[in-house]
């Protein structure tokens, strides 16, 4: 059975910094593109970064490049999302997802954590 578990999300003022923490489990985690997804209320979910299992960084959300930094360690199954100069706008709950194949797409990754919850006071 697939888990994917978030932590590391939580209130922190404009020009902030987060780190996510992402841990994959019940799968080959190094077969897997692993992505950052996010929802606000009233809005859809995005794609914010996506991370092939090499670790190369294959997707960022315009919003947030420069900003934010996606890595990976297979050694650990688990994904990070560093997030610094956090702006209100990027409010939101966090969902790490993972995938076989590549798509900024949230339908196109079937395993999904709980998400955590990210506020950014202006």
């Known amino acids: 059975q697939v888990q994917v578990v978030e932590s590391g999300g939580g209130l922190v003022q404009a020009g902030g910094s987060l780190r996510l923490s992402c841990i994959a489990s019940?799968?080959?985690?190094?077969?897997?593109?692993m992505g950052w997804f996010r929802q606000a209320p009233g809005k859809e979910r995005e794609g914010v970064s996506v991370?092939?299992?090499?670790?190369?960084?294959?997707y960022y959300l315009d919003s947030v490049k420069g900003r934010f930094t996606i890595s990976r360690d297979n050694a650990k199954n688990t994904v990070y999302l560093q997030m610094n100069s956090l702006k209100p706008e990027d409010t939101a709950m966090y969902y790490c997802?993972?995938?076989?194949?590549?798509?900024?797409?949230?339908?196109?990754?079937?395993?999904w954590g709980q998400g955590t919850q990210v506020t950014v006071s202006s």
């Open positions: 991370i092939d299992w090499s670790g190369e960084i294959i």
């Open positions: 019940g799968l080959t985690f190094d077969d897997y593109y």
């Open positions: 997802a993972a995938s076989r194949y590549f798509s900024r797409r949230a339908t196109d990754f079937p395993y």
